[in-house]
């Protein structure tokens, strides 16, 4: 039977854990520990087939435990728990794809949910391994005072942050923004978090979200000049970073849409305050200097927003090109959480996304890395739902 270890310090609230989730003694078991520690142990002596874990905890808190989940038992989803959430954290967080997230007090019934989907595996929402952005974000939206040291093969760097803000980054070779703009590139690392910074002067004076975008950019932009292809191997086990459809026959002609995108309305909606999480999406699309044009469809077709030189015909190509990835995704196995990305003729770019009701096409140029950019609008639009 799968097991599901919960780790938190509170004693009251774990035997109140355990009380209910006895409905489910049929589908899974439960152990518990009071730490990481205590949890690192009983992952040594016993299978465990999800980690649910709060953040803060005495000796090794939830970010030292992520770290070594993370390092020593990648396939293991994890559920992240906190007491000291935020509006931002909630929604950063939500729908990450290496964590799913949960802030006290519990909402039993969403846990159970939560927990149910973990046990599934990948294809509910969870990739498992930590992805280093992901964990990077987790400290800054959680303020975090911390020091990280980063392996990957033989490189070695390391990261400081103070309050979740992070003030220096070193390697071998480079220090500041440079050391930073590279260790957030490494791929398969290891991550060892100390809870101290000897860092009081800040050295770098941009945010870790440009530090992600522009990181990747630049190992893009090194790549290409090198002629260098990224490997399989850089792309997790079940899971693609991108299907890039580019040379895929789709017959897409705008005089004679296929079914089922033929009836498509030219109708603008602006989002309204009937439309909260549609608004903050559409602000979100807005707050990105990287994204030169968007639309927003309903999944048959109809516009919800629309910015820039996109169109009806943007609207029918993207709810196609997101139905075409979802059937690709399933005909060859694939789980998780997609995009597509294809060049047009001018060499910029259009990013899809597709949310639970809605599907996003954002246009971008070239130098942009799509990835960083997918992953901070995904949480948003996971969240759109559409009244019928």
Known sequence: MKRVLIVDDDKSFLHSLIDGFKAYED??????????????????????????????MPRMDGFELV???????????????????TPQMEDNLRDMGTFQYIEKPIDFGVLVEKVIKGLEGPAKGFITGVSLSSFLQLLELDHKTCTLTIHAGNKKGSMFFRDGVLLDAKSEKQQGSKAAYSIVTWKNVEIEIENICSIDKKNITETLGFILLEGCRRKDEKDAETGIVPLTSDIEM???????????????????????????????????????????????????PEINSSTVSSKDGTILHQTGEQNSNTANFITYAAGTAKQIQAAIGVSGQQYSLFTLEDDSRLLVLCGEDVVVGVGIDSSVPPEPLANGLRPVLSRIQIQA
């Open 27 to 56: 589908k899974f078991a439960i152990a518990t520990a009071g730490d990481g520690l205590e949890a690192v142990a009983t992952l040594k002596e016993q299978k465990i087939s999800l980690v649910l874990t709060d953040l803060k």
């Open 238 to 288: 079940n899971s693609l970073e991108s299907l890039n459809m580019e040379d895929l026959d789709l017959d897409l002609s705008t005089e004679s849409p296929r079914e089922p995108f033929q009836n498509q309305s030219e109708t603008t909606v602006e989002p309204t305050a009937s439309d909260p999480v549609l608004a903050q999406f559409v602000d979100l699309l807005n707050s990105f």
């Open 67 to 85: 770290a070594h989940l993370s390092n020593n038992y990648p396939n293991i989803p994890i559920i992240v728990m906190t007491a000291f959430g």
